[in-house]
């Protein structure tokens, strides 16, 4: 799982969209169902590993300063190998409350 959770941090391409409650809790909801994705809870995220598609899901809990707030990363084979692909759910993803939880993410990913 580090390998492929380290090559998550490698060619990364963002894309973002708005996350209201609604729109989180629908991914959520949708997320926890699948069979293939397995939760781990933390302190202020949620976090699932789905086997299908190969992403990975971070989601806000409610104490988190960034909440609602969602990532979504995801392996995308191409010619030359593959690419990591981020989609972001956030009000503001730009927003030091968000820019720090991102980080926590990351360091989840590198095994810190």
Wanted: aromatic fraction near 10%; include cysteine.
């Amino acid at each position: 799982m580090r390998i492929w959770l380290a090559a998550l941090l490698i060619g990364a391409v963002a894309t973002s969209a708005s996350a209201d409650p609604e729109t989180y809790h629908s991914l959520k909801y949708d997320i926890s169902k699948r069979a293939d994705c397995k939760h781990s809870e933390l302190r202020t995220t949620t976090a699932y590993r789905c086997e299908k598609d190969q992403s990975l899901w971070y989601f806000t809990k409610e104490k988190n300063p960034a909440h609602p707030a969602v990532i979504k990363r995801f392996f995308v084979s191409t010619p030359d190998g593959g690419v990591v692909r981020e989609q972001v759910w956030s009000a503001d993803p730009q927003a030091p409350a968000f820019q720090k939880w991102r980080k926590t993410v990351e360091a989840l990913e590198a095994g810190k």
